[in-house]
């Protein structure tokens, strides 16, 4: 009976909220909103916005591609607006982890934040490896091909032994980070913008050759594929979580978060709808079916200049979709150091850069390894199940406090209580399910690494055990 309610013991969103009044973290608060917005942009918007888009429009969607980007961004506005409301009500580092922790107790938290862990630092790795494949592109473009040796993973190709352009990128964000999270966050922003800027410029030198009979038939694959397609691009538009773990480091984080949250997804989505619909209106959806639609579709347009672009904006796009990782990723291991469940040495602050420089440093040196030393196929399958679980229990936790303390004052407040929710749950449920059954082995057995850690230390190390036994 005592482990059930060690498991079950929470924190107090009052105790939440005066740790944040106090701002005694440490941590250097330089974030205003449209920091926060390009990183949660930076998260959100990565080379999938010039490769989803083709494929299922050619395989599954067709032109009613864009009817899957609106399906699956209305499930996703479900957990934002989840997000939105404790990113206002409880501005503290750890996202899911500390929202899960307030709500759910202990045991909820600690397994979101176990979770997160390794999601962000696999996905901050398979990205990585991405970057390092278009950088190799452009290198090999400008007549600087890389020596064999160094183009891969050991056994990722014949000769193959290292990707020293994913262990260089992982490196220096991870420097960046660790050192001064106002140069890190203006360093974001500028490639988000470049990413931006590049995605706006295709739409706009497109829609010149748009031919609105492309559009038909609009659904050729019917609604069943619209759907699937939903299913395939949900990916690409979730990210936004990631914001929230620097609460911290915000100037207003009640006013900001909430106002972040929703602008990075509305602006995301805005570009995947326009980008869909030039795509599809200036070459038959039939061929965008290969590994650079976006870029292939200029061509046979006769504007190959677009090819350089959309190179430097995946560039752009892929480097802060790492940056958001790993930020993320550091700051969930700041607060599990903070909070005992992890050692206090997680959660020691730079006196100098007031940063969190050991958890951002573990958590690059893991990524960096791995991006370098590994073929991550299929560990890349892990990602979708973390994330999808933090949302869970987001939108499940959102609905709890709502009921259960009702007249908290919330700067921002979800809509719709408890429909909202429901839609992020059973969507996140939907997508879980249809994932490959060795992805819920590996899961399973980093949860159950997770439950044997909880139960060694964390229960008995963490900041509410040791408050419990203080006389």
Same mark, same amino acid.
């Given at each position: 009976?005592?482990?059930?309610? &060690? =498991?079950?013991?929470?924190?107090?969103?009052?105790?939440?909220?005066?740790?944040?009044?106090?701002?005694?973290?440490?941590?250097?608060?330089?974030?205003?909103?449209? +920091?926060?917005? *390009?990183?949660?942009?930076?998260?959100?918007?990565?080379?999938?916005?010039?490769?989803?888009?083709?494929?299922?429009?050619?395989? +599954?969607?067709?032109?009613?591609?864009?009817?899957?980007?609106?399906?699956?961004?209305?499930?996703?506005? *479900?957990?934002?607006?989840?997000?939105?409301?404790?990113?206002?009500?409880?501005?503290?580092?750890?996202?899911?982890?500390?929202?899960?922790?307030?709500?759910?107790?202990?045991?909820?938290?600690?397994?979101?934040?176990?979770?997160?862990?390794?999601?962000?630092?696999?996905?901050?790795?398979?990205?990585?490896?991405?970057?390092?494949?278009?950088? +190799?592109?452009?290198? &090999? *473009?400008?007549?600087?091909?890389?020596?064999?040796?160094?183009?891969?993973?050991?056994?990722?190709?014949?000769?193959?032994?290292?990707?020293?352009?994913?262990?260089?990128?992982? =490196?220096?964000? !991870?420097?960046?980070?660790?050192?001064?999270?106002?140069?890190?966050?203006?360093?974001? %922003?500028?490639?988000?913008?470049?990413?931006?800027?590049?995605?706006?410029?295709?739409?706009?030198?497109?829609?010149?050759?748009?031919?609105?009979?492309?559009?038909?038939?609009?659904?050729?694959?019917? =609604?069943?594929?619209? /759907?699937?397609?939903?299913?395939?691009?949900?990916?690409?538009?979730?990210?936004?979580?990631?914001? #929230?773990?620097?609460?911290?480091?915000?100037?207003?984080? +009640?006013? &900001?978060?909430?106002?972040?949250?929703?602008?990075?997804?509305?602006?995301?989505?805005?570009?995947?709808?326009?980008?869909?619909?030039?795509?599809?209106?200036?070459?038959?959806? !039939? %061929?965008?079916?290969?590994?650079?639609? /976006?870029?292939?579709?200029?061509?046979?347009?006769?504007?190959?200049?677009?090819?350089?672009?959309?190179?430097?904006?995946? /560039?752009?796009?892929?480097?802060?979709?790492?940056?958001?990782?790993?930020?993320?990723? *550091?700051?969930?291991?700041?607060?599990?150091?903070?909070?005992?469940?992890?050692?206090?040495?997680?959660?020691?602050?730079?006196?100098?850069?007031?940063?969190?420089?050991?958890? !951002?440093?573990?958590?690059?040196?893991?990524? #960096?390894?791995?991006?370098?030393?590994?073929?991550?196929?299929?560990?890349?399958?892990?990602?979708?199940?973390?994330?999808?679980?933090?949302?869970?229990?987001?939108?499940?936790?959102?609905?709890?406090?709502?009921?259960?303390?009702?007249?908290?004052?919330?700067?921002?407040?979800?809509?719709?209580?408890?429909?909202?929710?429901?839609?992020?749950?059973?969507?996140?449920?939907?997508?879980?399910?249809?994932?490959?059954?060795? %992805?819920?082995?590996?899961?399973?057995?980093?949860?159950?690494?997770?439950?044997?850690?909880?139960?060694?230390?964390?229960?008995?190390?963490?900041?509410?055990?040791?408050?419990?036994?203080?006389?």
């Amino acid at each position: 009976m005592s482990l059930i309610n &060690d =498991m079950l013991r929470r924190k107090p969103v009052e105790l939440l909220q005066g740790d944040a009044a106090k701002g005694g973290s440490g941590l250097r608060r330089v974030l205003g909103l449209w +920091q926060l917005t *390009a990183i949660g942009l930076g998260g959100i918007i990565g080379v999938g916005i010039f490769v989803l888009t083709g494929t299922v429009a050619a395989t +599954q969607a067709g032109p009613a591609v864009l009817l899957s980007f609106i399906i699956a961004g209305i499930a996703s506005a *479900a957990a934002a607006l989840c997000y939105a409301e404790f990113a206002g009500l409880i501005p503290v580092s750890g996202s899911a982890y500390t929202y899960g922790y307030a709500v759910l107790g202990e045991f909820a938290g600690w397994i979101i934040g176990w979770d997160l862990l390794l999601e962000y630092a696999l996905i901050a790795a398979v990205v990585a490896v991405g970057w390092s494949g278009y950088m +190799q592109a452009l290198l &090999d *473009a400008a007549g600087i091909p890389l020596p064999l040796w160094a183009r891969g993973a050991w056994g990722s190709a014949p000769d193959c032994v290292v990707n020293l352009p994913a262990i260089v990128i992982s =490196m220096l964000i !991870t420097a960046l980070l660790a050192v001064r999270m106002e140069w890190g966050a203006r360093f974001n %922003t500028l490639i988000v913008a470049i990413k931006i800027a590049g995605a706006a410029l295709i739409v706009i030198a497109g829609a010149a050759y748009v031919k609105p009979e492309r559009w038909h038939p609009f659904m050729p694959f019917g =609604m069943h594929g619209v /759907v699937t397609g939903a299913a395939v691009v949900f990916f690409a538009v979730f990210g936004y979580d990631m914001l #929230t773990t620097a609460a911290e480091e915000s100037r207003n984080p +009640q006013r &900001d978060l909430p106002r972040a949250v929703l602008l990075s997804l509305g602006i995301a989505m805005i570009l995947y709808i326009a980008i869909c619909l030039v795509l599809t209106g200036i070459v038959p959806y !039939t %061929t965008l079916d290969n590994a650079a639609p /976006v870029a292939n579709a200029f061509i046979r347009i006769g504007l190959p200049w677009a090819m350089v672009v959309i190179s430097l904006a995946s /560039v752009c796009g892929i480097t802060s979709v790492i940056f958001a990782n790993l930020l993320a990723g *550091a700051r969930i291991g700041f607060s599990l150091g903070r909070d005992g469940l992890l050692p206090g040495w997680f959660a020691a602050v730079h006196p100098r850069w007031r940063t969190p420089h050991r958890s !951002t440093l573990l958590l690059g040196g893991v990524t #960096t390894v791995a991006a370098g030393l590994f073929p991550l196929d299929e560990l890349a399958k892990l990602v979708n199940i973390g994330v999808l679980g933090a949302f869970i229990v987001i939108c499940t936790a959102v609905a709890v406090l709502r009921w259960r303390q009702p007249d908290l004052h919330r700067p921002f407040r979800t809509p719709l209580v408890p429909l909202v929710p429901l839609i992020g749950v059973g969507f996140s449920c939907w997508l879980i399910w249809g994932l490959p059954w060795i %992805t819920y082995v590996r899961f399973g057995i980093w949860l159950l690494l997770g439950c044997v850690l909880y139960a060694s230390y964390g229960r008995r190390n963490s900041r509410l055990a040791v408050m419990d036994k203080t006389p």
